[in-house]
């Protein structure tokens, strides 16, 4: 059912919910999509609903050097007030988006399956817990996960896991600079690969093929770029209730089950939201938050904490990168993805080096528009220094995985309160050496190609500059053991019978590719176990 | 390189006309009820006034090989002069701009040859600000005046050939120009 969109709309709780989803990111969505035909559906989201008309400015802002990046889909201030207690520094707000749509909104769209010793991490590689499931678990949901998000993928990677059906659209074709990359790979022997793409390459599920605006990340104006507004709006067309502006504050509970998500409306009223299932997508920062902020004289400790583990483990995949100029075109920054990488070093993974993943950029260094806006000429002598400056640039990237550390945590901040009152997340994050030494191992490879290339090496991104690549996950992990994990395979709580989480706050360990198609084959098993429970 | 109507479209369809999201003028000095620049204390200014402000500008912070200056400029003001609150930054601005030509120089900026508006525009610090649309009159400049016409022919396809870039960042230049090679 939609309800009118603008502060006053009607926000009231819907009566007799078989589910209450909190969050409208990719993993609310798609279960409140799975579940939306035979069950009442809920969703309460704590940012608004964007006006799709409105994307064209907000490409503006992603383009203008005045604004920053949290400003493009109005992160920031009270709402997303947050702090850093860890030995380093996260910058939270540049990682997420709060919305319908949730932080694909922002996001890049790269969606690749974990290996299968990812899942595995403790018996193949000696290090970090194994996963509750493998592969071959999720291996029909990634399947359906790529149909749902639309993939354009190929099947020329012989790195990636063994899957039975080609990907939904065909890969994009290399890019110009990919065949740069190709020669010094091959004389290095090297393989080169395409990479799959939550992104249109032809017309699909009603949203139009890439058009080549190059803004991605952060907007995609032509709706090309999958986001979860996708799921959202179908789950609502199939009688979904979605509640924008309605943050939950807590979860009312007994011993055994969540009662009532507690929500907040604009005019600052205070609701009770009732259901048989509750399902908490609220990403893998806010998710522990909401938990440890439902403390009760049950749960002292937060909801579904007995093991004590809420919050800890928090992870994400670093960055490895470098780039120079070649004394040829490379043609970057006529869109805003990318094309190929490189598996091969990936599963040589063991307790000394992490799992990484290559990447090639199509747009290193700067683009006209960005240099046209930020320079101190105008006339001839900016044309003559764009002319001079771009077309040049080229650089690869890489993600290099962490291993969950328990002292790597989000906890509540006692000192800081948000626009509701509420403690603020505090985010301690720490890395660990496995994942330092990954990084010189990936910048180790990336010099051997741009030397190969001839490229003059003019940037690195190496242990001592790495920052993170806005994954948030282990902040509740999966387990068998309800005293060394906070859900089970199915992601259902192992405290209270009638919660289920989804989201990347749920992995054991975070593996090296990029998590949101692993969040929606889980959050698509997950809606079988909710579904299951209900009947 | 001569710039069309259809550059100017395209700037639009990539920049977008004004008016939904409140880009940074909502930030600028609230004068509440949608009031002019007369409220400010410069003179007020006519859409004819900002037209020909834009168009001198432009052709000053364009390049010399481009032509068609006045075409495109007018095309791309077509949109960005219809929403609120951009608009109406955009035109106090240009009002501010025009205000100080007339007191330095004794004359609209579009009167100005064209050495005195790049001087003028120097000046006022328009080409070392970062722009800001709530900034100082250096940085607002720089946002509405400079940036607003910068942007417009960088994310223009005829921009974006001329810095080398047929499928320039902001322009829905299609999925198959990043894939080939140098011409
Ligand atoms: C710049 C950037 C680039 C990225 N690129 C990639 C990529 O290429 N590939 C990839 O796989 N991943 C990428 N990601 C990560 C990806 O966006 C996330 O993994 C994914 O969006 C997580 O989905 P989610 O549904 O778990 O959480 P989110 O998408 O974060 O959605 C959670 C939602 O819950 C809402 N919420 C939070 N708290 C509450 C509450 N108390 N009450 C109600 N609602 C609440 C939030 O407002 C938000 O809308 C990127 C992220 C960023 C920021
Ligand atoms: S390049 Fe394609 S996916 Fe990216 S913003 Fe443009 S249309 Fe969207």
Not at chain 1, 105 to 123: A, I, K, P
Not at chain 1, 151 to 174: I, K, L
Not at chain 1, 184 to 199: F, W
Not at chain 2, 115 to 125: C, H
């Amino acid at each position: 059912m939609t309800r009118s969109v603008g502060p006053s709309a009607d926000r009231t709780p819907v009566e007799s919910a078989d589910v209450c989803v909190i969050g409208a990111g990719p993993a609310g969505g798609l279960i409140a999509d799975r579940l939306a035909a035979d069950h009442e559906v809920v969703v309460l989201e704590a940012g608004p609903r964007f006006d799709p008309a409105d994307r064209i400015e907000r490409q503006e802002r992603a383009i203008r050097p005045a604004f920053d990046r949290p400003d493009v889909w109005d992160v920031g201030g009270d709402r997303d007030a947050h702090s850093n207690g860890g030995e380093w520094f996260y910058p939270l707000n540049h990682a997420r988006v709060k919305g319908i749509g949730g932080s694909t909104l922002h996001w890049q769209g790269m969606v690749v399956r974990l290996h299968e010793d990812d899942f595995n991490s403790g018996s193949e590689r000696g290090v970090g817990p194994d996963w509750p499931i493998e592969y071959a678990d999720l291996r029909p949901h990634y399947a359906a996960a790529e149909r749902e998000l639309g993939v354009a993928g190929a099947d020329d990677n012989p790195y990636a896991p063994p899957r039975e059906q080609p990907h939904p659209m065909p890969a994009f074709s290399p890019s110009y600079s990919d065949s740069l990359f190709a020669e010094a790979c091959e004389e290095l022997g090297i393989d080169m690969h395409s990479v799959p793409n939550a992104r249109n390459s032809e017309a699909y599920d009603d949203r139009s093929a890439c058009v080549g605006y190059g803004t991605c990340q952060p907007v995609c104006p032509s709706g090309a770029k999958y986001d979860a507004t996708v799921h959202v709006d179908r789950a609502e067309r199939k009688g979904a209730t979605v509640l924008d502006r309605a943050p939950v504050e807590y979860l009312d509970h007994d011993a055994e089950r969540v009662t009532a998500a507690v929500y907040a409306t604009p005019d600052g009223t205070q609701h009770r939201q009732t259901a048989e299932a509750f399902v908490v997508a609220c990403g893998g920062v806010e998710t522990p938050r909401l938990l440890l902020l439902s403390e009760s004289s049950q749960y002292p400790e937060g909801l579904a904490n007995s093991s004590g583990l809420v919050g800890s483990f928090f992870m994400d995949h670093l960055f490895a990168g470098m780039g120079g100029l070649l004394d040829e075109p490379t043609r970057q920054n006529h869109v805003g993805f990318l094309t190929s990488g490189c598996d091969q070093f990936y599963d040589e993974a063991d307790e000394e080096t992490g799992p990484f993943k290559l990447e090639f950029f199509n747009y290193d260094g700067p683009s006209p528009v960005t240099m046209a806006l930020t320079g101190d000429d105008w006339g001839d002598a900016l044309l003559e220094r764009i002319r001079a400056d771009y077309g040049n640039h080229i650089g690869m990237g890489a993600l290099v995985e962490q291993l969950p550390r328990e002292e790597s945590r989000v906890a509540l901040d006692p000192d800081r309160t948000d626009h509701r009152g509420n403690p603020v997340p505090e985010i301690n994050w720490t890395v660990g050496d496995r994942a330092l030494r990954t990084i010189e191992r990936a910048n180790e490879i990336q010099r051997e190609i741009l030397e190969e290339l001839g490229v003059d090496i003019g940037w690195q991104v190496g242990p001592e500059n790495t920052g993170p690549a806005y994954h948030h996950m282990g902040t509740t992990r999966m387990g068998e053991d309800p005293e060394e994990s906070v859900v089970d395979a199915e992601l259902r709580t192992h405290d209270l019978g009638n919660c289920w989480i989804a989201s990347s706050s749920v992995f054991p360990t975070a593996g090296a590719m990029n998590p949101t198609l692993t969040i929606a084959a889980l959050a698509l098993r997950a809606a079988d176990s909710v579904a299951a429970a209900l009947h | 390189m001569e710039l069309t109507r259809r550059d100017a479209a395209a700037a639009l369809a990539a920049i977008g006309a004004t008016g939904g999201v409140a880009l940074g003028a909502d930030r600028v000095r609230d004068s509440g009820d949608g009031a002019s620049a007369s409220d400010e204390g410069a003179d007020p200014i006519t859409d004819e006034q900002v037209r020909a402000s834009l168009v001198a500008v432009a052709r000053v912070v364009y390049p010399e090989e481009v032509s068609g200056v006045e075409a495109f400029v007018n095309g791309f003001l077509d949109g960005r002069l219809t929403g609120d609150p951009h608009a109406r930054a955009l035109r106090e601005t240009v009002a501010e701009v025009d205000g100080i030509a007339r007191s330095w120089y004794d004359a609209p900026i579009a009167a100005l040859s064209a050495e005195t508006r790049d001087r003028l525009l120097r000046e006022l610090g328009a080409d070392t600000a970062e722009e800001d649309p709530d900034g100082t009159t250096a940085e607002r400049v720089r946002y509405y005046v400079v940036n607003e016409l910068l942007l417009a022919l960088y994310a223009s396809p005829t921009g974006g050939e001329l810095a080398g870039i047929e499928n320039p960042q902001g322009y829905p230049g299609g999925a198959e120009s990043y894939a080939r090679g140098p011409r």
